[in-house]
């Protein structure tokens, strides 16, 4: 399969009607904030910062990234992390994820990449074990976290 050229803008005035319409499947729901949650959450810790994600010039996705690292554990966290219901399963996930951690290793000082998922989430737990993510055995949250050292 030919890789989807990604691209990752901040969610601004001209974007984020479209960024808060993206879907997810009915049982992901459970799984993650609705998209305007997350969006109100940047503007009061603008330490996280919202990216609408675009293959092609569409946009497929959504990430809420945070620019500050945890002084609990000095990690750099991916608070969220959807791709719309009509473009999963073709790979853009995994895409995303990739120009996302190429986005984060330009931060300065970063050492590791969290992410924490509900248990269940048996999609979420493959893609991220694929980008080399690994499992910490922690738990936050009642989320399972997992970590890629840089
Ligand atoms: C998790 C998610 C981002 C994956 O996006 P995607 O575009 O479907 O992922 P890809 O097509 O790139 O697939 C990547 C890998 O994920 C796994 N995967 C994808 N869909 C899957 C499914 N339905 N069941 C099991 N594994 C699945 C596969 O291992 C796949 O790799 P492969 O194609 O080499 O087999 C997407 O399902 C999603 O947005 N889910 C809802 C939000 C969420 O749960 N976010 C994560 C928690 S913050």
Redesign the pocket.
Known sequence: MIEPTIELKIVDRNNWNACIRLK??ED?TK??APNLYSIAQSKVEPNLLPYAIYANKEMI?FALIDSESDPKDMCHW????????G???????????KKIIEAMKAMTNIVAIR????PD???????Y??MGFSETGEIEDDEVVFEMRL
């Open positions: 997810l499947k992901q799984f993650i996705g991916i608070p969220r992390f959807m791709i719309d219901a473009f999963q399963g073709q790979g853009y996930g995994k895409a995303s994820m992410i924490s998922f509900d989430n048996d999609s979420a737990r493959a893609l074990l694929k």
